[in-house]
């Protein structure tokens, strides 16, 4: 319980403490590409808090969060479909991991050509790059299902619907939570980077347009917010994991208090 506290304290005293020193050093800085923290954080609630929250910082998140969910729900069906069918298995699997050794942000020139700069685009481009780690880890995560609840399944006759249910998702969850975390960030990545090609809204191509026009803190207070919204989303991601997974993190503390 103190070590847990312990930790605590410091993973929220570590940043504060970078901030203040942040704050206290760049007080009096003239240089133009680093300005003062103060103004910075002025910038930060003028932008953000009122004037572009509506209509850039939901619309980025509203992106993000349309096709995250597509992603996650399309990676864990195809997953399980391709590992519980051997042929499929043989004829994607190797296609899969040499698609997935290409960087995400590479794909984003290919669907401008083809979908155009809206929004269709940027979602489109979110759910390409965030279903494969979902997909991936839900393949590995029903092939590592122990041979022995395989066995329980075939001697109690159980239907594929009941299988999926109560066997092999539960037993594949930690593995595909691992994945749906990967494809969260990539998706944030993406999410970013598709804002920075020819778009004029979203918080991508508001932070461009400031580092273009050289107002380095409102360029500044963009690249916060994305640095709050990143890690507020694996705050949320960390604590619903937690929950749905309740038991097999019991059981490893279990594991390792014997």
């Not at 698609?99 to 481009?125: D, H």
Request: charged share 15%.
């Amino acid at each position: 319980m103190k070590r847990r506290t312990l930790n605590l304290a410091l993973g929220i005293g570590t940043p504060v403490a970078v901030i203040a020193a942040w704050w206290v050093l760049s007080a009096n800085s003239t240089n133009a590409f680093f300005p003062p923290l103060a103004r910075i954080m002025d910038r930060f609630q003028a932008l953000w808090l009122f004037d572009r929250f509506a209509s850039d910082v939901l619309l980025s998140l509203g992106n993000l969060a349309i096709g995250y969910t597509i992603s996650v729900v399309a990676g864990v069906v195809l997953g399980f479909v391709i590992a519980t069918v051997p042929v499929l298995r043989a004829m994607f699997e190797p296609a899969l991991h040499f698609i997935r050794g290409i960087p995400p942000v590479a794909l984003i020139p290919i669907l401008i050509t083809l979908i155009g700069f809206g929004q269709e685009m940027r979602v489109t481009s979110i759910v390409l790059a965030a279903t494969f780690p979902t997909m991936i880890s839900t393949i590995d995560g029903i092939r590592a299902v122990d041979t022995g609840l395989r066995d329980v399944c075939s001697v109690y006759r159980l239907r594929r619907h009941e299988r999926l249910l109560r066997v092999y998702l539960p037993a594949a969850g930690p593995q595909i939570a691992a994945g749906m975390q990967v494809s969260l960030q990539i998706g944030f990545i993406v999410m970013i980077a598709s804002e920075m090609l020819g778009s004029a809204q979203g918080i991508g191509a508001m932070t461009l347009l400031a580092q273009q026009s050289f107002l380095t803190a409102d360029m500044w207070a963009g690249i916060l917010l994305l640095g709050f919204l990143g890690f507020a989303a694996n705050i949320l991601f960390e604590a619903a994991r937690s929950r749905v997974l309740a038991w097999y993190i019991g059981s490893k503390r279990q594991e390792r208090a014997a």
